[in-house]
């Protein structure tokens, strides 16, 4: 089945600045790849996904990059604010339909500081 | 967007009970949805996916006879955590897909005591 890896564990970042976090996949057929942010015990939220037709895709100060070849995407935020500070995980799926399943990195837990 | 909804938010039971959790999908039809389980400070790990009227098809490790799910109608599945012990204490959250997204609930936090 599919492996997601997913590091940094946790990222401490100045206000303003950008952060990074990277993930990998192993199974090649993945197309997938949704980034979610979740706040302590609330629901995960979609903020950005990307498919295997792309490599990169931007939204404000969010954007997502794709390498299938290397098997691994990463989410890029910019001009970081403390509202950012959530834990942040990536997916990988074979296409989103019904009996196809996310799995998910282990998570980011980042900290903006003012 | 589409709405999935979980009941109960939070829920205590007693050691040796069984617990059950509700997922529905409010304004739409869902012949699929998954269960999750995030234990504190973890990741989500898929526990099993939901089928409307046939077995639901559960990940390897994961106890079909202790944590009974039912999907009975396309917009309601159910979660039953039976004899729960404390160390099934965890976040349980849904998911479904809709129109090639996927909405997750709320959420249902069990503490078993």
Known sequence: GENVEQHPSTLSVQEGDSAVIK????????NYFPWYKQELGKRPQLIIDIRSNVGEKKDQRIAVTLNKTAKHFSLHITETQPEDSAVYFCAASIEVAAGNKLTFGGGTRVLVKP | GAVVSQHPSRVICKSGTSVK???RSLDFQATTMFWYR????????LMAT???GSKATYEQGVEKDKFLINHA???????TVTSAHPEDSSFYIC????????YFGEGSWLTVV
Not at chain 2, 95 to 101: F, L, P, Q
């Open chain 2, 21 to 23: 959790i509700e997922c």
């Open chain 1, 23 to 30: 993930c990998t996949y192993s199974d090649s057929a993945s």
């Open chain 2, 38 to 45: 995030q234990f504190p400070k973890k990741s989500l790990m």
């Open chain 2, 50 to 52: 939901s089928n409307e």
């Open chain 2, 95 to 102: 998911s479904a897909i809709n129109r090639g997204a996927i």
């Open chain 2, 73 to 79: 109608s396309l917009t309601l599945s159910t979660l």
